[in-house]
């Protein structure tokens, strides 16, 4: 009988408080308070919906523990890790660029990172097939000296330091579908040839002037580094046509011997903070491929890690779908709700400006990888 998929919370993840404000700016001036972009809502339905149908009891629920602060600086400088600390003891402020940090942040994401480290350890020693963590704080954004874009320490990459330093690994894949680029996970392993790093995201997003497909790495980690940088208004089809041509081709050649995604729904149709055309069948499909990828490269071992996703409505369906394939099993929700409002977009339209996006991808890759194209 194959193992369960593990899914990965804590109640605590819900209460990381970025405050009130409207979408990512904080209430003032012409600023009406409302909800803050990157609220618990989201998140919380995830696991409220895998309640409500029943789906749960298909996983295998695991508790995560505490990332220690010696994990955590693997990847962060003391002095930023003592910053987050401190104002987390206090009564919160800003570690960086839009990174809001509340009142006990600092040991909420200590377990955020944790449940990286947790869903690791269960993949690595056969607890599970795979594992979904819905880790909050995100943290893709997060460079070693300072948060940024909702993000405090960055889970995944904390998660690959984990990962070779425990298991001795030396082949590590982290593949980032967040819409938004992953600066502090390219910037940690910049110039390390054991850490394959590819992020597909929205081109001239966020974080300005970064994500670009020029973008190779430095030194003994030139060519390790792949920024699949996507026109805005691209769909499923787009997606699946990155990972055919330019992801699958280059895991292939580096053999990971673990993969660990950065897994933002914010390339989503409904998404506020993003202009992308993905559904959530269409997110359930990536996942799919991505599961294959990794039963061909790695033993099936593979770790999936919650980062961006606003649209409180479709996020928990984009990730149910995400989990069902995972498991190889579905859900008693057989139709996306929201199909009616969805249907005649282009969804699955693979347009002429995507194919060249990708494939100028590919030429500037071409130096370090193989690849075979065939529209």
Known sequence: MEQKT?????????????????????????????????????????????ERTGFIEELKVMKPRSATKEEVERNHNPS?????????????????????????????????????????????????????????????HAEKELGMGFCLFNNVAIAAHHAREKYGLKRILILDWDVH??????????????????????????PPNRGYAEHLGEGAGEGYNVNIPLPAGTGNAGYYYALEKVVFPIAEQFKPELI???????????????????TADGYGKIAALVKELAKKLCDGRLVVCHEGGYSAAYVPFCSLR????????????????????????????LAKHQVEAIEKVIEI???FWTFTINA
């Open 260 to 278: 660990i995604v950065a897994a933002g729904q914010d390339a989503s149709v409904f998404d506020p903070l993003s202009r992308m055309l993905v």
């Open 80 to 140: 930023y890790v003592e910053k987050v600390k401190a104002l987390s003891d206090a009564d919160g402020g800003d570690a960086g660029e839009l990174a809001v940090v509340g009142r006990g942040s600092y040991e909420i994401a200590l377990l955020s990172v944790g449940g990286a480290i947790t869903g690791v350890d269960a993949v690595m020693e056969g607890t599970v097939q795979n594992v979904y963590a819905l880790t909050r704080p995100p943290g893709h």
């Open 181 to 206: 680029h992953g600066n502090g996970t390219e910037n940690a392993f910049y110039d390390d040839p054991e850490i394959l790093t590819i992020s597909i995201h929205q081109e001239l997003n966020f």
């Open 365 to 367: 890759q071409s130096s």
């Open 322 to 349: 995400i989990i069902e394939s995972l498991s190889g099993l579905k859900s008693k929700v057989t139709d996306d709700p929201y199909y009616e409002a969805i249907k005649s977009l282009p969804t699955d339209v």
């Open 6 to 50: 593990g899914f990965i919370y804590d109640e605590s993840y819900f209460w990381h408080d970025t405050g009130n404000g409207a979408l990512f700016l904080p209430p003032g001036g012409w600023i009406e308070a409302d909800e803050h972009g990157e609220s618990p809502k989201s998140k919380r339905r995830v696991k409220n919906l895998l």
